[in-house]
C-alpha cells in the first residue's frame, strides 16, 4: 500500500502523501542522463512542487511494482516509474518505524533506450 500510494503521490504531485510515506530523515540518490543528484526529503518535496504534474499535464500513470523484498522489519522494492518523458528505475528502501512502513532511502536511475 506504502509504494502504491507514493505512486500515486507523484503522479499527482501530493506533497501530503509523499510526506506520508517517507521517513523525515529518508535520502535520495540518482542519476539522470549522468548527472547525479543527492537530495533530503525536503529537497526533493521543492522539486515536486516546483513543477506542474504529470497528471495535471495529462500522462497515464504508468509505474508497476518489479520486485519486493521484505525480512522482518526491513523491506526493498524494485519499481519502473516511467515519468515526464524519462524511465526511471527505482530502488525504494523500507522500514517498519513505529508500526508504519515507511521509505528510508530512494536510488533511482533513468533508463536510457534499450536500458
Do not use: C, M, N
Not at 523484498?69 to 523491506?75: I, L, M, N, S
Not at 508504519?100 to 533508463?111: E, F, G, N, Q
Request: hydrophobic share 45%; charged share 20%; glycine share 10%.
Amino acid at each position: 500500500a506504502v509504494i502504491h500510494r507514493y505512486f500515486d503521490g507523484v503522479h499527482r504531485g501530493d506533497l501530503a502523501a509523499l510526506r506520508e510515506v517517507f521517513h523525515p530523515s529518508a535520502i535520495l540518490f540518482g542519476e539522470v542522463r549522468g548527472q547525479t543528484s543527492f537530495r533530503t526529503l525536503d529537497s526533493y518535496l521543492e522539486v515536486v512542487a516546483g513543477r506542474k504534474s504529470p497528471a495535471t499535464l495529462g500522462y497515464p500513470l504508468r509505474a508497476s511494482l518489479l520486485s519486493v523484498d521484505r525480512q522482518g522489519a526491513v523491506a526493498s522494492v524494485r519499481a519502473r516509474f516511467p515519468l515526464l518523458g524519462f524511465d526511471y528505475l527505482d530502488l525504494l528502501s523500507l522500514a517498519q518505524v513505529e508500526g508504519r512502513w515507511r521509505i528510508v532511502a530512494k536510488l533511482y536511475i533513468h533508463l536510457e533506450a534499450g536500458g
